[in-house]
C-alpha cells in the first residue's frame, strides 16, 4: 500500500490549489470517483489479510473523509466567491435616476404633425397617405386641373423621365391627390386628413424644394360651407392655443373647390414681434372650400347625391408661426443645435385632453 499520509498531503494540497469550480470536480473525480485514486486504493483492500485490511480500511477511510471535507470546504469558498464576483459584474447603482434625460428631439415638423393629428383625431378624422411619385392624373387632372390649365405652370412641377409609352411621373405638388385615391377606393362617407412631403421647383428665403402639407377631406350627404367653416376656426383654436383667435375666411380660387376661401388668423407685428391672436393684421394660414361636382365625378362619385369639403395647409408656415422659428430654410439644415433649440421632448404625445405642448 502506497504512502497514505503523502497521498493525503498531496489531495489536500491539490485541493486548496483548485482555483475554479471546474478545477475542483476534476480533482474530485480523479480522487474519490468511481475511478479514482482512493476509490482504486479501497478496491485493493479485499487482496488483503482481515488485520491488515481493517488497519488500511480505518486509515484510507480517514484520508477519504479528510480530502471530501477539504473539497467540500473549498466548494462552499469557490461558490461564495463566484457569487461575489457575478454581484460585483451585475450591479446596478440604483441612485442613478430611473431615465436619464432623453437625449433627442423631435423635429418641429414632426411635432406639428402630431398636433395636428391630435386635433382632427379628436374630431374624428383618419389619417390617409399616398404615394409621393404621382401620375398627372391623380396631381392635376382629376382635381380639375387639365393639361392646358394655368394652374400648373404655378405648381412649378419636377417631372420624371418619360416612360416608354410617353408618360411622365411626377413629384407630388400638394397632398391633393391623395383625396382622388381615397374616394377612388373608399365609398363615402370620408372624413380623412392626410400629412405628408410635397415637393416644387422652388428655392428661395421662403420656399424650399421639398416642404410638407396636411390635407383634409370630407365626403358625405350634408357638409355645407358652414360646418367647414366651423370645422376651421375650431382647429385654429385648438392649434395656436388662444381660445378667441380671430379667424377670416377670404374669397380665392382652387380648381378643385367651389367655393374657395383662403383663412387667415388675427395677429399684431407691434414692434417687430408676432403674435397670433391679438392685433389688427392678419396672416393666411390654409387654403379650403367645398369640393368641386367635376372632381367628385372624376372619382365615380355622385355630385348629386355626395358632397364636402376640403383644405390644405403648409406644415412649415403654420409650424414657424406658431413656435417664432424665424427662417424657413433652417427646417432642413440638420443643426443640431437648432434641434436642440426647436425640438421636441419625445414621448411628450400631444393630445388635447392633456395639452398639445409639453
Ligand atoms: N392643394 C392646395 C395647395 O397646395 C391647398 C388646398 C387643398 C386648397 C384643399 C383647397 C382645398 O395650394
Given at each position: 500500500m502506497e504512502n497514505l499520509d503523502a497521498l493525503r498531503e498531496e489531495l489536500l494540497a491539490a485541493v486548496g490549489g483548485a482555483d475554479s469550480l471546474d478545477a475542483l470536480e476534476e480533482l474530485r473525480v480523479s480522487a474519490?470517483?468511481?475511478?479514482?485514486r482512493v476509490t482504486e486504493l479501497m478496491k485493493g483492500?479485499?487482496?488483503?489479510?482481515p488485520d491488515e485490511r481493517r488497519a488500511a480500511g480505518q486509515a484510507l477511510n480517514a484520508v477519504k473523509t479528510a480530502v471530501s471535507d477539504a473539497i467540500e470546504a473549498r466548494h462552499a469558498g469557490l461558490a461564495d466567491a463566484a457569487l461575489d464576483a457575478a454581484l460585483a459584474a451585475d450591479?446596478?447603482?440604483?441612485?442613478?435616476?430611473?431615465?436619464?434625460?432623453?437625449e433627442g428631439r423631435l423635429h418641429p415638423i414632426s411635432q406639428t404633425f402630431d398636433e395636428i393629428i391630435a386635433i382632427f383625431g379628436e374630431m374624428g378624422f383618419s389619417v390617409a397617405e399616398g404615394p409621393d411619385i404621382e401620375d398627372d392624373f391623380h396631381n392635376f387632372t382629376a382635381l380639375n386641373?387639365?393639361?392646358?390649365?394655368?394652374a400648373r405652370q404655378m405648381h412649378d412641377t419636377f417631372y420624371l423621365p418619360e416612360k416608354d409609352d410617353g408618360e411622365r411621373m411626377l413629384?407630388?405638388?400638394?397632398?391633393?391627390?391623395v383625396q382622388i385615391r381615397a374616394m377612388q377606393s373608399t365609398e363615402p362617407p370620408l372624413r380623412i386628413i392626410v400629412p405628408g412631403r410635397t415637393y416644387r421647383c422652388d428655392s428661395d428665403m421662403t420656399h424650399t424644394p421639398m416642404f410638407h402639407q396636411v390635407e383634409g377631406l370630407i365626403v358625405d350627404e350634408t357638409s355645407h360651407m358652414g360646418h367647414l367653416k366651423g370645422c376651421l376656426i375650431e382647429f385654429c383654436r385648438a392649434y395656436f392655443e388662444v381660445d378667441d383667435v380671430p379667424v377670416r375666411f377670404r374669397p380665392s380660387y382652387f380648381p378643385f373647390t367651389e367655393p374657395s376661401a383662403e383663412v387667415d388668423i388675427g395677429c399684431s407685428r407691434a414692434g417687430g414681434e408676432l403674435k397670433i391672436g391679438a392685433g389688427d393684421d392678419w396672416l393666411e394660414i390654409l387654403g379650403c372650400g367645398m369640393v368641386h361636382p367635376k372632381v367628385l365625378a372624376a372619382c365615380n362619385v355622385d355630385p348629386e347625391k355626395y358632397q364636402g369639403f376640403a383644405f390644405g395647409m403648409g406644415i412649415e408656415r403654420i409650424a414657424m408661426l406658431k413656435y417664432g422659428?424665424?427662417?424657413?430654410r433652417t427646417f432642413f439644415d440638420a443643426d443640431m443645435r437648432w434641434l436642440r433649440h426647436y425640438g421636441f421632448v419625445p414621448l411628450e404625445v400631444p393630445t388635447l385632453l392633456r395639452g398639445l405642448t409639453p
Open positions: 474519490l470517483g468511481r475511478k479514482g483492500l479485499g487482496g488483503l489479510d450591479r446596478v447603482d440604483i441612485t442613478l435616476p430611473v431615465r436619464p434625460e432623453a386641373i387639365p393639361p392646358e390649365h394655368p413629384l407630388r405638388t400638394h397632398t391633393s391627390p422659428i424665424p427662417d424657413l
